[in-house]
């Protein structure tokens, strides 16, 4: 299957609270970023943690402004991030 | 902090799990030393130095590393392959405006393969916490003020790849060689809460 | 779900404290306890994401209060149980 995005897609992030492991930080929910890389293909650590297979997906280094994650500061975070926390992001900023 | 004593309660229930397991077959007797012992001959941040020193001398090593830091670093004998795979590594190079740190806000991954055990602050809740906040203010915790202008980039160590600062390297360095170079770089550098 | 672990962004926890020359390990024990975590995710006893799940299980207040490598004792405890290895009571000697 094709990795879903490519560098300098725009993407927002999943808000939804799974029921047990991920490893999608609290702080980075809901939050709007770039893909800065793809940074290979590995099994969804949500599904390895409850002892599942699971299939080799895009793993993205995510760059966001931390005014999108705090609502200030002039940093930015990259959060390392499955593809199953993402869904494109269709609006302006 | 409790547990900090071989006598704890905790030393003896690891004592008696540990048991168990090799009467049960789970563990081959003496295995848990070899790994101990192998632990401690893995990684050490003079790795990572060693790394960062070639790089400050070699304009070509710093870009392979910059572009493919697992191949880089085979170059010099090293490997992500500590854990029970290669990690992926990635390696971020500090600038005249542009300064990286690292942290694992979820739990503690670490470029353990090249800097060998973590350190306690990594790992604490305090700096897990608040790096992704105000790295800023943390980085001024650690006595390192960074100009106004400087822009600061926080990665979060959050699935499979693991990371690297590339510190500055200083001024006034002109006349070192790579292994006095290697000897300026401190853990702290590598991981962005140091300047070198 | 928002487990303890997870605590990037929140404030409240004190200054960051360095130790000098700090050593790898404060105690033997905890050097024990990587080297059995090591052989049990070798052994596929568990996996890596298993055993941070079982980290991320430990309630709060305990989680707050333990140090890191009795955090990681606890999690392999667990498991060692949940996988059939041994039963919570032979794992604690009783």
Known sequence: MPDRFVAGDRVRTRIADPPGHTRLPRYARGARGEIVATAGHHPLADERARGLGSAPRAVYHVRFPASELFGDGEHAVVVELWEDYLEPDGSRS | ?196 | MSRINDVGGMVGFPAIVEEPDEPAFHADWEAHVVALNGAMLRRGVYNLDEFRDAIERIPPEEYLAASYYEKWFRAITTLLAEKGIATPEELAGA
Request: hydrophobic share 40%.
């Open chain 2, 1 to 196: 902090m409790s547990g900090e004593h071989a006598s704890s309660p905790v030393a003896a229930q690891v004592r008696h799990v540990e048991a168990l397991l090799e009467e049960r077959g789970w563990l081959a007797p003496g295995e848990v030393d070899e790994r101990i012992d192998a632990f401690a001959a893995g990684g050490s941040p003079a790795h990572g130095a060693a790394i960062v020193a070639r790089a400050w001398t070699d304009p070509g090593y710093r870009e392979r590393l910059l572009a493919d830091g697992n191949a880089a670093i085979a170059e010099l004998g090293y490997s992500m392959g500590g854990a029970l795979q290669e990690q992926k590594l990635t390696v971020m190079a500090n600038g005249p405006d542009e300064h990286h740190v690292v942290v694992c806000t979820l739990c503690s991954c670490y470029p353990i393969a090249l800097l060998g055990p973590s350190p306690g602050w990594y790992k604490s809740e305090a700096y897990r916490s608040r790096v992704v906040r105000d790295p800023r203010g943390v980085l001024r915790e650690f006595g390192v003020e960074l100009p106004a202008t400087t822009r600061i980039t926080v990665w979060d160590a959050s699935a499979e790849s693991r990371y690297l600062v590339l510190p500055r390297r200083p001024d006034g360095t002109d006349g070192l060689g790579e292994e006095e170079l290697a000897g300026l770089v401190t853990r702290k550098g590598l991981i962005g809460t140091a300047l070198v």
